[in-house]
């Protein structure tokens, strides 16, 4: 195989990895901003309530349901997991793609390996005319 495929399968491999991370990033970012969100609307929801004469928000009054905490802590967790087997696994295509770069910008190929220089093949550069 020609030496020169594996930069050219680094470079894929580098943006692929870039972009899941990007993306990562983008959904943290937008889960922030929720975050934030739904603490504004908590806060108003405890001002209204109290307007009305109530002592606690209808999100407060769910709180004597058990079952709840539990299953927000498994979609969590499940959540958490999905998103850092994603975010690793594009820090692992980076990582790959760079290697590969550097394998094949290796001068002669790669010793004891298929993976030898185009110019071995018979398929030495041609210069532009």
Same mark, same amino acid.
């Given at each position: &195989?020609? =030496? =020169? +495929?594996?930069?050219?399968?680094?470079?894929?491999?580098?943006?692929?990895?870039?972009? &899941?991370?990007? +993306?990562? +990033?983008? =959904?943290?970012?937008?889960?922030?901003?929720?975050?934030?969100?739904?603490? *504004?609307?908590? *806060?108003?929801?405890? !001002?209204?309530?109290?307007?009305?004469?109530?002592?606690?928000?209808? !999100?407060?009054?769910?709180?004597?349901? !058990?079952?709840?905490?539990?299953?927000?802590?498994?979609?969590?967790?499940?959540?958490?997991?999905?998103?850092?087997?994603?975010? !690793?696994?594009?820090?692992?295509?980076?990582?790959?793609?760079?290697?590969? =770069?550097?394998?094949?910008?290796?001068?002669?190929?790669i010793p004891g390996t298929p993976f030898q220089s185009c110019s071995?093949?018979?398929w030495a550069p041609t210069s532009a005319k």
């Open positions: &195989m020609c =030496q =020169q +495929w594996l930069s050219a399968i680094g470079l894929i491999a580098d943006v692929i990895g870039f972009l &899941m991370i990007a +993306w990562e +990033w983008r =959904q943290m970012f937008l889960h922030d901003r929720s975050n934030r969100e739904l603490a *504004i609307s908590e *806060i108003r929801a405890r !001002y209204f309530a109290r307007l009305e004469g109530r002592d606690r928000t209808e !999100y407060e009054m769910d709180e004597g349901n !058990y079952h709840l905490p539990k299953h927000m802590e498994n979609a969590l967790n499940y959540q958490f997991d999905r998103r850092r087997r994603f975010f !690793y696994g594009g820090a692992a295509l980076v990582i790959l793609g760079f290697l590969g =770069q550097v394998a094949g910008s290796l001068p002669g190929g071995t093949f018979g």
